[in-house]
């Protein structure tokens, strides 16, 4: 929790009685505590609201599936291209040569009465 390992803790501990005082401590302490609880309580009434709005539906939803870190880019191309589905075989056709292109006459003619 918060990144606080046990040494850490007893050192905030050991602060926490040297600044605050061992005649105000318990006070504090038991201001924490009933902050704590209802915190909790919040979290809990937050919770079982959106369970009941969402509905059951979601609870069926595998949300392991939709982590974004487990998207690895090389795979989802090489499913892409290795689709399960063949293109299909167009049968041979001959291939003709293109027809020549039809001569190209002189300039075009200009009229100037148009403009």
Known sequence: MFGINGAEFVVLLVVAV?????????????????FVRSARGYLRDAKARVDEEIGAEVGDVDWSKLDPRQYDPRRIVREALLDDDPAPIRPAVPVHPPPPPAPVPGPAPFDDEAT
């Open 18 to 34: 040297i600044v605050i005082g061992p005649e105000r401590l318990p006070r504090y302490a038991e201001q924490l505590g009933s």
